[in-house]
Each structure stands twice: as structure tokens, then as C-alpha cells.
């Protein structure tokens, strides 16, 4: 599979949705409890992203895209709108001596925690330049956009407070090989169209930092 670093250039209509989906096996037990089991560790997102009332130049942008990734084939970015600015989330704590940290936002609620990794560091130009800092201080690192993960010039002190702030992205695939539009009506003489793609995220390349 391909990662195309590129987005679909149209802005998406009204009734854009987004949503994170688990995968959870629930066994019902004869004492009507149940037993839950988490098949993944991360929520994969899937997105309706609607182009309604568009013209031809629009619409061949979308299928460019579409023959690109040969349907379902390839990978390329998109913007979550519900959910693409970080602004001085946690996402770890230093122990003194690791330097490489996987990107996210570090949840935590009444003793429980749960880090929602970032796997795409955003290419748009008026995306602000990410910054890592340690406990609230600026600091040198390095940034894999492709990955979502930071590398440290100096290991953080044991039990510092690493946040970061910056856009991001999600590695997606079409959900679909097929891609059907309609002609509705016309405007200004030509016809319009309406189509929705359908896309839903997919695991980031398997790069290391290093490479």
C-alpha cells in the first residue's frame, strides 16, 4: 500500500460526519452480567465526507484521487474537523532516559488513562509549526509528520510532563472501490453533481525514525 501525502483539495459540504469506532466482543453471562473483551487498542475513524452542488473541475479532483489509490488500494491524508488542533496536550511523562514518543492526546479520567495516538502531522501551509515542550518549557526534538512521533535531543527528566501543540491528519483509505456521483440540476448552463466519498483510517506507514 502506498501514502500518498496529499488531500482530497475540496471542501466538503454540510453533513460532513466523523466518527471513532472500537471493536468490542460483549458475552453475555447467565447472571445477566457481561464480559467485554477491546479487539483493538485504538479507535479506527471512518468519515462521510458529502460534495454536494459541485462542478465538473470539482468532481474530477475527488476521482483523481480515487484512480490514484486505485479505489481501496492506497492511503491519503485527511483533516478530521471535528478534531485536528492540539493545543498543550499531554501525551507522556519522562523517565530520564527514553528520547522517541508516540504523538497524541493523553486522556485521563478518575485514575484511568488512555492515549488517542496522532499518526500524521498536518502539511498545511498555515499549519502552525509543532512544538514539544517539557514541563510547559519549549524543547529540542525532532518530528516524524508521517508517523506522528517526536524524538527528543535530551532524554526528559523522570517524571516531566511532555505536551505538544500542532495540526494533524488521519492516514485514510476509501472505503469503497466503487464511486458514484449524480446530476441533479444545472447552474450557469452546466450540470452539477452530488457524491459522497466514504473513507475510513488505516494503520500509519511503517517507518521508523531513524529512516
Known sequence: MLYIDAYIE?????????APNFNTTVHRLRNKGR??????????WRFTVPFNNTFPEHYQQVLDMQLVCRGRKNAFRVRNWLFYKAVGWKFGTGDGATTEFQLGRLVEIAGE?????VHALSLDAAAPTPVAMVNGTPAAATFYGRIGKVVFDTPPADGAILTWSGWFDFWVCFATDDFPASIDTKSGGEFVTNYTADLEEVPPPDEATSS
Open 10 to 18: 475540496k471542501c466538503p459540504g454540510f453533513a460532513w460526519e466523523g
Open 35 to 44: 464480559r467485554a473483551n477491546a479487539r483493538w487498542s485504538q479507535p479506527q
Open 113 to 117: 488513562s488512555f492515549l488517542h495516538e
